[in-house]
């Protein structure tokens, strides 16, 4: 199977649960509901949603086949964590970026004051989708500590970012920003799956290990694909074809140990690959 065919076997269903959580936080606040979806409803990629699901496949877990899936709630927590996080990273004491996914960026479209208040209320709907997932006790307690712990990190990955922002950055600390902001939630994406597919701690680990690696090659990439950006870049700090090489190698270095781990990984590594596959 290829990226295309495994993202329109699966992203359907994603969007389709997305729809269903956001219409359930419907409220007399319009606005407000308006700016959520709006944020969450852009045409995003689903890349962690997708890599849920990628390593509950690895897992030996069975794809999901509609949006009742416990995979597909876990998949939309990170996602609605993700669209909060970037209404708050687009906003004016942030990155001050004023478009998201080419249309104005929610500050932007609403005013600041409701795109906080609406990211807000997308990581309070992330919360609800893990309540509601088809899934145990225990494994429902994991996710939820897996999850806050993921967001912590993505929160100190912005601190970094906005306190380093106007200093030198070597390529180390570069990609402790990285690691965090981004690798956290996409290893917490890669935990869940392995947890629903009722794997034990040790191979939970090793999945959400694998998400961070990819992580990492996704804001690698980012940064060769937005070399103008005014926040940290590898780019500017090593130039572009050596953060290319870099890329590159740290790719080869992943789908090397992605193939040792066997065929069931093949979600995973279409994944991974999609990283550093996405057109400059």
Request: proline share 3%; charged share 25%.
């Amino acid at each position: 199977m290829d990226r295309r065919t495994y993202e329109s076997l699966h992203v359907p269903i994603v969007e389709r649960r997305l729809e269903r959580l956001l219409c359930s936080a419907g409220s007399q606040a319009d606005r407000l509901f308006d700016a959520m979806r709006y944020a969450t409803l852009g045409g995003g990629k689903r890349f962690r949603p997708l890599l849920v699901i990628a390593s509950h496949i690895a897992c030996g877990g069975e794809p999901p086949q509609n949006e009742t899936a416990a995979v597909i709630d876990a998949g939309c927590a990170v996602e609605l964590v993700h669209c909060f996080s970037l209404i708050h990273d687009d906003l004016p004491a942030l990155d001050d970026d004023e478009l998201r996914r080419g249309k104005p960026a929610c500050h932007i479209a609403f005013g600041e004051g409701i795109a906080v208040l609406a990211g807000d209320a997308l990581f309070a709907l992330s919360q609800k989708a893990l309540a509601e997932m088809n899934a145990g006790f225990e494994i429902k307690t994991e996710c939820f500590r897996t999850l806050s712990k993921a967001v912590q990190e993505m929160v100190e990955g912005q601190t970094l970012d906005i306190e380093m922002g106007k200093e030198s950055v070597d390529p180390l600390q570069l990609e402790t920003i990285h690691v965090k902001k981004t690798g956290a939630l996409m290893g917490a994406s890669c935990r869940f799956g392995a947890l629903l597919a009722g794997c034990d701690q040790q191979t939970a680990d090793a999945h959400e290990s694998i998400g961070r690696k990819i992580g990492v090659l996704f804001q690698i990439w980012d940064d060769v694909l937005d070399a103008s950006a005014m926040e940290p870049n590898l780019v500017r700090v090593i130039g572009m074809d050596a953060a290319r090489a870099y890329a590159e190698a740290k790719s080869a270095e992943l789908m090397k140990e992605l193939d040792a781990a066997g065929g069931g990984f093949w979600a995973l590594r279409l994944m991974a690959e999609s990283a550093v596959r996405r057109p400059v």
